[in-house]
T-cell receptor, first 108, second 116 residues
Framework: GQQVMQIPQYQHVQEGEDFTTYCNSS?????IQWYKQRPGGHPVFLIQ?????EVKKQKRLTFQFGEAKKNSSLHITATQTTDVGTYFC????????FGSGTKLNVKP | DAGVIQSPRHEVTEMGQEVTLRCKPI?????LFWYRQTMMRGLELLIY????????DSGMPEDRFSAKMPNASFSTLKIQPSEPRDSAVYFC??????????????FGQGTRLTVV
């Protein structure tokens, strides 16, 4: 079964709107990673979170790791058309699992 | 560095044929991963190697799938015999770390396999 759940599956936003994707696990994770995959491309590493409650920012992207290390979120402020793609979280407990991904479409 | 190199980029084969996918990891990386991506099942970890040794192959679907890493710069994923349900994009990734998923993984461009 799916070890790392990710929602929503799809998100369509107007350019300039915010976007958030959520990642949840029933098991405490040792770390969580986020990747972005452009249409027709391959996953590209964005960031890794390790500490409970950790928050990291990359320009318009904000990543959070929950206090219990069972959930994480990626928030994009003021989306741009270049943000289009699928965002995957990946969590590690006894094995590394990717979430199902959130496909983001940004309308100009 | 050219990154992780996979070949071929596209493969179309008939059911029952043997298929071999190839991967050259980034020089200096000691972990190598094979993933399969489909619309239905998303990104699935098939197997991963650390220092050329298979550490976890629990994701390999069945005996038709096998993977080898004869040296630090080359790995293969073989499907014999291939079936239409094996159609997917297969990614190879490499990283420098001691366990899977503890450091940044670099993905290759993928091999799009179609079995007819």
């Amino acid at each position: 079964g799916q070890q790392v759940m990710q929602i929503p599956q799809y998100q369509h936003v107007q350019e300039g709107e915010d976007f958030t994707t959520y990642c949840n696990s029933s098991t405490t994770l040792s770390n969580i990673q986020w990747y972005k995959q452009r249409p027709g491309g391959h996953p590209v590493f964005l960031i890794q979170l390790v500490k409970s409650g950790e928050v990291k920012k990359q320009k318009r992207l904000t990543f959070q790791f929950g206090e219990a290390k069972k959930n994480s979120s990626l928030h994009i402020t003021a989306t741009q058309t270049t943000d289009v793609g699928t965002y995957f979280c990946g969590g590690n407990f006894n094995k590394f699992y990717f979430g199902s991904g959130t496909k983001l479409n940004v309308k100009p | 560095d050219a990154g992780v190199i996979q070949s071929p980029r596209h493969e179309v084969t008939e059911m029952g044929q043997e298929v071999t996918l190839r991967c050259k990891p980034i020089s200096g990386h000691n972990s190598l991963f094979w993933y399969r991506q489909t619309m239905m099942r998303g990104l699935e970890l098939l197997i991963y190697f650390n220092n050329n040794v298979p550490i976890d192959d629990s994701g390999m679907p069945e005996d038709r799938f096998s993977a080898k890493m004869p040296n630090a710069s080359f790995s293969t994923l073989k499907i014999q015999p291939s079936e239409p349900r094996d159609s997917a994009v297969y990614f190879c990734a490499s990283s420098f770390g001691t366990i899977g998923g503890d450091t940044e993984a670099f993905f290759g461009q993928g091999t799009r396999l179609t079995v007819v």
